[in-house]
């Protein structure tokens, strides 16, 4: 097959993460004849540096022309810092969900055998955890207008909106993930409180209507925060709205050991985009310490979804399980023998090979 993929490392561990991440994508690219072109744009804060614009026209265009947009992570403290900044490389994020359309955000959570017992929750029960988020991506309060401040700064507001069609939309995709999957889905609103989730929660029962097999359920986002730790493994499908789902995919990559394992693939209209879910870590910039098997796993769903390619996608996810088995890890993942980002990288590489 021949592919094109645009590459945004973005700040921060990007570089050093997407560098593992295209690494693999060659190797599979070699073992299975594929001719993968890659192309590397600017964005977040590099983009304000270098260009004035976190998300320029021309990666724009790149994406909009690719076949798969590989993405790192943006963000700099330099930015955080100064709450008083005109341009944030967070505008770059959302300037590319709202323009490639990627209005739903797949998060798969799985536990990995060989780590059950270096997570902080009971072996128990976090054993066989194996549920999909679908984070609504380009609505809600990141988005809603009004936001700002008072005239005399004392005040300041967002505006948390969404519409009917928004829902609706990525209702019906994770109805299709329940579906492949045969079991359940789970709704996490706060109806008792917002507008916008009663919207969500009318709008997911009058589909529901149209799939009778569908086994389908609501949680409030605060019990939903507890019970993703006091019992995870009740969950299949999870579908929510974009700051809870930001939220609470954080929380869940701890089921699963670290920050740097969970993978994600941002859906919509135009071009997709595979992405970590976690951000630029900025500590760890430039050492060559962070892990890399969330971009990895990353290019996995991307050979998946993007490309319909699933020996692939299964060879990717093997070799991270014997680089997890084998100990050959980042020091995020405590063995008493870590190894750099480069070395985790070269190691599943190699594997590919063969
Ligand atoms: N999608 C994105 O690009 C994205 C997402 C979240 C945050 N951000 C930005 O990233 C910057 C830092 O934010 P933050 O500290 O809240 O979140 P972060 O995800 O960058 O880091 C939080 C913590 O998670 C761990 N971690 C994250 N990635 C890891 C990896 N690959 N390997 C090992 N451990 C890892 C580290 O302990 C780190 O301190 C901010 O500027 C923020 O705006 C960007």
């Known amino acids: 097959m021949k592919l094109k993929i645009a590459v945004l490392p973005g700040d921060g561990i990007g570089p050093e993460i997407i560098d593992q991440g295209v690494k693999v994508t060659k190797a599979i690219a070699e073992r299975f004849g594929h001719e993968i072109e890659f192309e590397e744009a600017l964005v977040g804060a590099t983009a304000i540096d270098k260009v004035g614009d976190p998300f320029p026209e021309e990666t724009f265009e790149l994406c909009k022309n690719s076949d798969a947009v590989l993405f790192g992570a943006i963000g700099d403290p330099k930015y955080d810092n100064d709450p008083k900044a005109k341009v944030r490389p967070e505008q770059g994020l959302l300037a590319m969900r709202k323009k490639l359309g990627l209005y739903a955000n797949v998060r798969p959570v799985t536990t990995f055998p060989s780590l059950i017992d270096k997570s902080p929750i009971k072996k128990e029960l976090v054993e066989n955890v194996d549920f999909v988020v679908l984070r609504e991506l380009t609505g809600g309060i990141y988005f809603g207008e009004p936001q700002g401040r008072s005239e005399d700064g004392k005040t300041a507001y967002d505006t948390n909106m969404y519409h009917k069609y928004e829902v ?187």
């Open 168 to 354: 609706e939309r990525i209702v019906k995709l994770a109805i299709s993930y329940v579906l492949k999957r045969n079991k359940k889905l789970t709704v996490v609103d706060k109806a008792n409180v917002l507008a916008t989730s009663r919207l969500w929660r009318e709008t997911a029962q009058e589909i529901a209507k149209e799939y009778p097999e569908l086994n389908m359920d609501f949680m409030f986002v605060d019990n939903a925060a507890m019970q993703l730790i006091q019992n995870p493994g009740q969950f299949d499908v999870m579908v929510t709205e974009n700051m809870f789902g930001d939220i609470l995919t954080d929380e869940a990559s701890v089921i699963t050991g670290s920050m740097g394992l969970l993978p994600s693939a941002s859906i919509g209209l135009l071009t997709s985009v595979f992405e970590p879910i976690h951000g630029s870590y900025p500590q760890a910039a430039g050492k060559n310490i962070a892990n890399p098997l969330a971009t990895i796993l990353s290019v996995a769903m991307m050979f998946e979804y993007a490309f319909d390619l699933h020996e692939e996608g299964k060879l990717i996810r093997e070799a991270v399980d014997k680089s997890l088995e084998e100990g050959y890890v980042t020091e995020d993942l405590p063995t008493g023998n870590s190894r750099s980002t480069s070395e985790v990288g070269d190691w599943i590489e190699k594997y590919i090979r063969g």
